[in-house]
Structures are given as structure tokens and as C-alpha cells.
């Protein structure tokens, strides 16, 4: 469930809604570490970590992975070196990203880092053959419905012919980046 939270932050990362940036969690106008602490608190609460082993090692890697991230981010994006990321910073950032992803097929190493931070946040019961229903109870935590992400499932696997695995996990967020078909099963069920 835990990862579920970062395929949210990594797909409102590349979306705006309205002039505002979607992961702009405490409603500022920016992307910066606040928004970042409360997504990782959200996930596993200091109160919670402090009372399970398992779940500090969990929100100590969360926020080491997230910090990485966030530090990756500013040296790409914050143009103006204010310690945020802006909408206009942002949209250049996701403009680069998709760019290098149309010419090279992957994403830099320091946004790939979010994609294996996700599949390594959750529980399968085998990694390198995800079930249907693993993938989907991943993707109903971020509000995606059953009927969704079987669908999405199915597209990716072919139908059950591959096996669900990281690489394959990798290849369906290249495609959810440079997706231009509007309703497309590859939307997540977004416009």
C-alpha cells in the first residue's frame, strides 16, 4: 500500500491542473521539501515508525530515497535557485524528462530512481511475477479502480503473456509519459 503513495507522487509530478502543480501538496504555488515531508507522513507517520522496527527502516529509506529526489530535482530544475520548484520550473523539467525519454527510451537515473524505489516499497509475493490483484490493490491505494488496473494489467502483460515484473513495471511508466491518446487505458484512468 505504502508505494501506491509514491506512483502518486511520481504521476502528480507529471501532471498541472489549472495553472497549479499537482504535487504541490500544501497548496503554495511550489514543489519543495514540505511538500515532500508530508507525502512521506502520510505514508509512514513518525508516531508509527517510532513503535515499529520495520516501519522506521521503511520511512528512513522513504525519506532517503524522496531526499535524493528532491535534491535531483532542484539541480535540474530550480532555474532561480530558490530552494522551490515553480510551475514554469516544473514544466520545463517534465518538458526535458519526456524529451530525453522520446530520444533514448529511458528516464534520467535520478527520476528511474523514484520508479524502483516504488517496486521495492511493496510486498509481492513474487517480484519478478506480480499477480493481478497485487498490482491492482498497488493502484487502488492511489484511487484507481479494480476495473482499471486489471485493464491496465491485461494491456501491459498482454494479457497474462508477460510476466509483471520491474522491467516490464518500467516499460508501462515510459509509455504513461509519452502517452498522447487521450483516454487511453495507459492514462490510469485520467482524461
Request: charged share 30%.
Amino acid at each position: 500500500m505504502y508505494s501506491a503513495y509514491i506512483l502518486l507522487i511520481i504521476c502528480a509530478l507529471h501532471q498541472y491542473n489549472y495553472g497549479k502543480i499537482s504535487a504541490d501538496i500544501n497548496s503554495d504555488g511550489m514543489v519543495n521539501w514540505i511538500d515532500f515531508e508530508s507525502v512521506i507522513e502520510s505514508i509512514v507517520s513518525k508516531d508509527e515508525a517510532s513503535k515499529n522496527a520495520r516501519l522506521k527502516v521503511l520511512r528512513k529509506r522513504l525519506e532517503q530515497h524522496f531526499q535524493k529526489f528532491f535534491w535531483e530535482l532542484l539541480k535540474v530544475g530550480d532555474s532561480n535557485q530558490d530552494g522551490d520548484i515553480d510551475l514554469n520550473e516544473w514544466l520545463n523539467v517534465l518538458d526535458d524528462v519526456v524529451n530525453d525519454l522520446k530520444k533514448t527510451n529511458e528516464f534520467p537515473d535520478w527520476f528511474e530512481d523514484l520508479f524502483k524505489s516504488l517496486w521495492r516499497a511493496n510486498e509481492f509475493f513474487n517480484e519478478k511475477a506480480v499477480l493481478k490483484d497485487e498490482f491492482a490493490n498497488m493502484l487502488i491505494a492511489w484511487d484507481i479502480d479494480e476495473n482499471t488496473a486489471g485493464k491496465l494489467y491485461d494491456f501491459i502483460t498482454e494479457n497474462g503473456k508477460k510476466a509483471m515484473d520491474y522491467h516490464l513495471f518500467a516499460i508501462l511508466m515510459k509509455k504513461f509519459f509519452l502517452n498522447e491518446i487521450p483516454n487511453h487505458i495507459l492514462n490510469l484512468g485520467r482524461a
